[in-house]
């Protein structure tokens, strides 16, 4: 059972790249998160999904956009990396019952120099 | 949702057990109390969570005050592996049941 899968690991970007950061879950969850995680602070969330073809806005959403196209999918893109943008970035998902809790993926470390 | 207030940092000998507090004194009726914990740079792992009774797994217990104002996980029998950081969150039902990510308190277990 795979859970919620992250790629790529690690990544170092350039100021004004583009990527994706890619996650998928295999275990039907409708809720998919995106976060990000800065040396020694919390978690802070990015964009949230409730369902294929639904997104909203986080806390800290400026400079990343994000689709939810399959309920197994829902990729983060940064369009023009910035240094700012340096962090751990974390996908989770959750089941529709409001008391399930959110599995978490193991997280992609990126670096924009 | 409510603000936790947990101690940033927190010392337990190894096989006794660890009590983490956090207080939640704005938490709302609907609101559930959430534990989870981060090691290392991995992905938060989530412990336990519970409304308004007490709950226990095979990880840890939960004991929440009958005001629902504060809580505390309990860790039975830390070991070095409990080593990490331990967030609380209260989490209601709005907004895609987004998760607020304070501080936490970073455990560590020292044989």
């Known amino acids: 059972n795979a859970g919620v899968t992250q790629t790529p690991k690690f990544r170092i970007l350039k100021i004004g790249q583009s990527m994706t950061l890619q996650c998928t879950q295999d275990m039907n969850h409708n809720y998919m998160y995106w976060y990000r995680q800065d040396p020694g602070m919390g978690l802070k969330l990015i964009y949230y999904?409730?369902?294929?073809?639904?997104?909203d806005k986080g806390e800290v959403p400026n400079g990343y956009n994000v689709s939810r196209s399959t309920t197994e999918d829902f990729p983060l893109r940064l369009e023009l990396a910035a240094p700012s943008q340096t962090s751990v970035y974390f996908c989770?998902?959750?089941?529709?019952?409001?008391?399930?809790?959110?599995?978490f993926g193991n997280g992609t470390r990126l670096t924009v120099t | 949702d409510a603000k936790t207030t947990q101690p940033p940092s927190m010392d337990c000998a190894e096989g006794r057990a660890a009590n983490l507090p956090c207080n939640h004194s704005t938490i709302s009726g609907n609101e559930y109390v959430y534990w989870y914990r981060q090691i290392h740079s991995q992905g938060p792992q989530y412990i336990i969570h519970g409304l308004k009774n007490n709950e226990t797994n095979e990880m840890a217990s939960l004991i929440i005050t009958e005001d629902r104002k504060s809580s505390t996980l309990i860790l039975p029998h830390a070991t070095l592996r409990d080593t990490a950081v331990y967030y609380c969150i209260v989490r209601g039902f709005n907004a895609g049941n987004m998760l607020t990510f304070g501080g936490g308190t970073r455990l560590m277990v020292k044989p």
């Open positions: 989770a998902s959750s089941n529709l019952s409001g008391s399930s809790p959110l599995h």
């Open positions: 999904s409730v369902g294929a073809g639904i997104t």
